[in-house]
Nanobody, 124 residues
Framework: QVQLVESGGGLVQAGGSLRLSCVASGRTFSTYVMGWFRQAPGKEREFVAAITWSGGSTSYSDSVKGRFTISRDNAKNTVYLQMNSLKPEDTAVYYC?????????????????WGQGTQVTVSS
């Protein structure tokens, strides 16, 4: 069992930056693929970024590529999402997720565990 707790969300002006953190419980954190998804009101949950257990491979949605960076620190059981050049359309609840056998990193059903989410609001 893995529990995920996100933090770092908040209100920021367009062009600003935020760093989200997700702390995971469980001794097998380092073996999981970790991801970030987001969901805006009235929209489906969408993929943002993912990182393999070693951190050697990352994947991003086209909408955030070049602006967001995902990273992890297995010694701290933590995954991060650095978000720069934020836009109003980035406003959403951001969810951290973990999966042990992730075949398709962009599909929510590929993941086993989800955090409660943290709100990110970008004002124009």
């Amino acid at each position: 069992q893995v529990q995920l707790v996100e933090s770092g969300g908040g209100l920021v002006q367009a062009g600003g930056s935020l760093r989200l953190s997700c702390v995971a419980s469980g001794r097998t954190f380092s073996t999981y693929v970790m991801g970030w998804f987001r969901q805006a009101p009235g929209k489906e949950r969408e993929f943002v970024a993912a990182i393999t257990w070693s951190g050697g491979s990352t994947s991003y949605s086209d909408s955030v590529k070049g602006r967001f960076t995902i990273s992890r620190d297995n010694a701290k059981n933590t995954v991060y999402l650095q978000m720069n050049s934020l836009k109003p359309e980035d406003t959403a609840v951001y969810y951290c997720t973990a999966g042990s056998m992730v075949q398709a990193v962009r599909r929510p059903l590929s993941y086993d565990y989800w955090g409660q989410g943290t709100q990110v609001t970008v004002s124009s």
